[in-house]
């Protein structure tokens, strides 16, 4: 072992280490004032515990805590699990996508499948009509398609009946009055039912107006006694009549309009039927002031005689059907509240409904009641032929609206021109896209009181014409009237107000609107002569 090198201390001068003897001795020994500080500083140190390159750091037995240290790993902590929770909604997501496409695609594919199934079959019956079918004894088996649609209506798809009409607590959200105005007017709706010999034709429901002298007045949709295949009334159909007591009466066509698809039923009765006129109101319809609202369709179902309720909204927009009087709501009705009222929260009878499969269409009161008066005096209604196709101005789209604003246009008051027919293109200095807010001099806000003035117009001519004893044939060549449009043309950057005259020959109109309603496609199954099978289908077009 080698020895040891020993190295003395310096020494410190006797004279330096006296000199720094008070010295010494005041950091060895605290004040008074000082001891509770130091004794204070410990224990701080005790409990914030050894900082970075501090000797607790290095001791093992120090128990003390770095809080700075912990802080900063909670921190980091925090955004692990939130970087953790991110990546788990995203992947969440991305797996939700995956299954609905895949989803997707196996829908599609049985769809293809379906429809190429179907096209085979059709393929099939076209060639023959009697199929050979090995099932023990052999039978003959035919098949019988009734409401065929024309070549070119696409594919067939399975018929799904469209019976919703409200729920049992369509009303309960509402105040007591309302639901009371329902019930009082509900004992005013009836259910139709039309048949050809023993096939029944429609089923829709109705609303007596009024009750005179043993018969009662029922208002519904032509809908009830219309052709399935043509625009055409049925010959002398027999209509069932369902009352609210669950009584059955036979009812018989008292006047039909197409162009309105509008009927009046009457019945006769020998014990009071109640009845409710329609309301005279149009400023109802004004959407130019108030858009928001609500609404109660009614109907009533023939058997077993109940009545059916679904609220909703006017809503500001067209209808997909031609006629351009009809206006809108959210209520959401079946085939079965075709020609049933449509009631305002008020008790008043604002419209008759028609169907569509997402909206309901309806005719409003001022047009039905200037139905009743024309069918009361000249037992038809009569329209001028103008030749205008015209829509309510609120109803077109934002960017046509913004194009009109430009041009100096402060209210949506009015009709928009939307076609003129051929024959009256040259004869008006009116053309598409014009606003028309006057009709001889008088205001209007939407197309509904523009056909409501048109018809007023007509039936004072009509009335003036019976005092003279003149025919009431008016499709002659010479002017019968004069209609004068206040118009507002918007062509290129210029705008300005003009008076147009549209001179009228012909009150019958010479097209009828279209008013859609698609029926399903029955195929029957027969063994023998007997009805073995039924199967119901819709075409692509009509869904």
């Known amino acids: 072992m080698a020895d040891t090198e020993y190295h003395e201390p310096p020494r410190v001068p006797q004279s330096s280490l006296c000199a720094n003897d008070h010295e010494t001795a005041s950091l060895s020994q605290p004040s008074v004032d000082e001891a509770p500080r130091s004794q204070e500083m410990v224990q701080r140190s005790t409990n914030e515990g050894p900082s970075s390159g501090h000797p607790a750091e290095q001791n093992p037995n120090n128990r003390t805590y770095n809080l700075r240290g912990q802080g900063r790993r909670m921190r980091l902590e925090r955004i692990e699990n939130k970087r953790l929770r991110d990546e788990k909604v995203l992947r969440e997501a991305e797996e939700r996508v995956e299954r609905v496409l895949k989803n997707k695609a196996i829908f599609d594919a049985k769809s293809e499948a379906w429809k190429e199934q179907q096209r085979k079959e059709r393929l099939a019956k076209q060639e023959s009509g009697i199929y050979d079918i090995d099932k023990g004894d052999s039978e003959l088996f035919t098949w019988e398609v009734v409401n065929e649609p024309p070549e070119g209506s696409g594919d067939w798809l399975p018929y799904e009946s469209d019976d919703e009409f409200g729920t049992e607590f369509e009303l309960k959200h509402m105040s007591w009055s309302v639901e009371k105005f329902t019930l009082d007017l509900a004992q005013c709706t009836v259910g139709l039912e039309s048949f050809i010999g023993d096939k029944t034709l429609f089923s829709c429901s109705g609303t007596i107006v009024e009750?005179?002298?043993?018969?009662?007045?029922?208002?519904?949709?032509?809908?009830?006694?219309?052709?399935?295949?043509?625009?055409?009334?049925?010959?002398?159909?027999?209509?069932?009549?369902?009352?609210?007591?669950?009584?059955?009466?036979?009812?018989?066509v008292l006047n039909v309009d197409l162009y309105y698809n509008f009927c009046l039923i009457k019945v006769p009765c020998d014990f009071n039927l109640p009845s409710r006129s329609f309301s005279t109101d149009i400023g109802f319809f004004n959407f130019y002031e108030n858009r928001a609202r609500d609404v109660v369709a009614i109907g009533r179902m023939c058997e077993p005689w109940t009545f059916k309720v679904a609220s909703g909204k006017l809503i500001p927009k067209r209808s997909r059907f031609d006629c351009d009087e009809l206006l809108v709501s959210s209520c959401k009705i079946s085939k079965r509240g075709v020609g049933g009222p449509l009631m305002g929260l008020d008790g008043n009878m604002i419209g008759m409904n028609f169907y569509d499969k997402k909206e309901t269409p309806f005719l409003p009161s001022c047009i039905v009641l200037k139905c009743l008066q024309h069918f009361r005096s000249f037992g038809k209604v009569v329209r001028p032929l103008h030749g205008l196709r015209v829509k309510t101005l609120y109803e077109a789209e934002l960017s046509v609206l913004e194009e009109k604003m430009q041009h100096g246009l402060s209210e949506m008051s009015g009709v928009i021109v939307e076609k003129l027919e051929e024959s009256f293109a040259e004869l008006s200095e009116i053309k598409v896209g014009d606003i028309i807010t006057h009709l001889d001099g008088r205001p209007f806000s939407n197309a509904a009181e523009l056909g409501g003035m048109?018809?007023?117009?007509?039936?004072?001519?009509?009335?003036?014409?019976?005092?003279?004893?003149?025919?009431?044939?008016?499709?002659?060549?010479?002017?019968?009237?004069?209609?004068?449009?206040?118009?507002?043309?918007?062509?290129?950057?210029?705008?300005?107000?003009?008076?147009?005259?549209?001179?009228?020959?012909k009150f019958s109109p010479s097209r009828l609107d279209r008013w859609p309603l698609p029926r399903p496609i029955i195929v029957r199954q027969y063994a023998h002569g007997k009805v073995v099978d039924v199967r119901r289908y819709i075409t692509a077009s009509d869904v």
Not at 235 to 250: A, D, R
Not at 480 to 492: I, P, Y
């Open 211 to 252: 009750f005179a002298e043993g018969t009662g007045y029922i208002v519904t949709s032509a809908s009830l006694i219309r052709c399935p295949d043509k625009d055409e009334i049925v010959g002398e159909p027999k209509i069932n009549v369902w009352l609210p007591n669950g009584h059955t009466l036979e009812g018989s």
């Open 454 to 505: 048109l018809l007023d117009t007509c039936g004072k001519l009509m009335q003036d014409r019976q005092k003279l004893n003149l025919s009431d044939d008016c499709n002659q060549t010479s002017p019968v009237m004069s209609l004068k449009f206040h118009v507002r043309t918007c062509r290129g950057q210029k705008s300005k107000f003009t008076t147009e005259t549209i001179n009228i020959n």
